[in-house]
């Protein structure tokens, strides 16, 4: 089934807020498969008046964090409700920047499961700007593991 959520059905999920919340709306979820959701990115960021001045420049970091925060909005349909406080993203693997992302453009993550264990889970995800992929990298989350 096909799922799409607006900021209030996320921060019912997320714990992030601003500045911090990363995902402005979720375009599909398909449980176990995959998510799309997108984020806004205007001049407005607080991260901007420092990275980069004069030349704008979200920060990579940044980025994966989105990704990440789409991958968990995921496995919140994903896993059954009382496993979502088991989960621990425990690694990023295979990371790359392919464009850089400026104020005025709008991402989209993409994160697909690739494989689910017993104690963990394996995510790749991708965020694209007009179609066109700037940044990729793959997740690994602990489920139950120790924080």
């Given amino acids: ?8 059905a996320i921060c019912r999920i997320l714990p992030h807020r601003y500045p911090f919340l990363l995902v ?8 176990e498969v995959r998510i799309r959701a997108l984020k806004n990115v ?3 960021e607080p991260f901007f008046t420092g990275h980069l001045p004069g030349k704008p420049v979200m920060p990579g970091v940044l980025i994966m964090e989105g990704m ?3 991958g968990a909005l995921l496995l919140a349909e994903t896993l059954p409700v009382q496993r ?3 989960v621990c993203f425990s690694g990023i693997d295979k990371a790359r920047f ?3 992302v400026i104020p005025g453009d709008q991402m989209t993550f993409e994160v697909e499961v690739m494989r689910v264990h017993t104690r963990g889970i394996q995510m790749n995800a991708q965020t694209k700007v007009d179609g ?4 990729e990298a793959r997740f690994m989350a602990l489920i139950g593991g120790e924080r």
Wanted: charged share 30%.
């Fill in 98 to 100: 392919r464009k850089s």
């Fill in 42 to 44: 205007t001049i407005n």
């Fill in 24 to 31: 402005d709306r979720v375009l599909e979820v398909i449980p």
């Fill in 84 to 86: 979502h406080g088991d």
């Fill in 68 to 70: 990440v925060q789409a």
């Fill in 132 to 135: 066109e992929r700037v940044a």
């Fill in 1 to 8: 089934m096909t799922k799409s959520y607006n900021i209030d």
